[in-house]
Nanobody
Framework: QVHLVDSGGGSVQAGGSLRLSCALSGYTYSGKYMGWFRQAPGKEREGVAHIYTGGGYTYYADSVKGRFTISEDKAKNTVYLQMNSLKPEDTAPYYC???????????????????WGQGTQVTVSS
C-alpha cells in the first residue's frame, strides 16, 4: 500500500531556508510524478513544484521559481523541496503528493494526484 510521510516544516524569518522531505513507501517504480502543494487560508491550492521521477523533469510555479528546488533520492525513495529566500507569503501547510502510476511528461492536475501526505506547516515571519 502506498504511503507518503512529509516532514521538515517549521518557523523561519524572511530570507531563511527550510527543506521539506517526502518519504514514499509501497511503490518503488520510476513511473510517477511527485509534487508539493500548498494552500494558505483563504487562497486556492497551489502546486509549487513537481518532479517526474521517470526522467528527473521538474516544473515550478512562477511564485517559487528560482527560490525552491525539488529533487529526489532514488535510494531512499524520498523527494525533497529545498526552499530558499523564504517570504511571508510562502506561509502555508505544504503537502506532498504522488500520481501513481504515471507515464506521461505532462504535469498531473491536482485531482490526478492520487496519494497525499498529511502536511507540514511552514511559517515565515517578516
Amino acid at each position: 500500500q502506498v504511503h507518503l510521510v512529509d516532514s521538515g516544516g517549521g518557523s523561519v524569518q524572511a530570507g531563511g531556508s527550510l527543506r521539506l522531505s517526502c518519504a514514499l513507501s509501497g511503490y518503488t517504480y520510476s513511473g510517477k510524478y511527485m509534487g508539493w502543494f500548498r494552500q494558505a487560508p483563504g487562497k486556492e491550492r497551489e502546486g509549487v513544484a513537481h518532479i517526474y521521477t521517470g526522467g528527473g523533469y521538474t516544473y515550478y510555479a512562477d511564485s517559487v521559481k528560482g527560490r525552491f528546488t525539488i529533487s529526489e533520492d532514488k535510494a531512499k525513495n524520498t523527494v525533497y523541496l529545498q526552499m530558499n529566500s523564504l517570504k511571508p507569503e510562502d506561509t502555508a501547510p505544504y503537502y506532498c503528493a504522488a500520481a501513481i502510476p504515471w507515464y506521461q511528461l505532462r504535469v498531473p492536475a491536482a485531482d490526478e494526484y492520487n496519494y497525499w501526505g498529511q502536511g507540514t506547516q511552514v511559517t515565515v515571519s517578516s
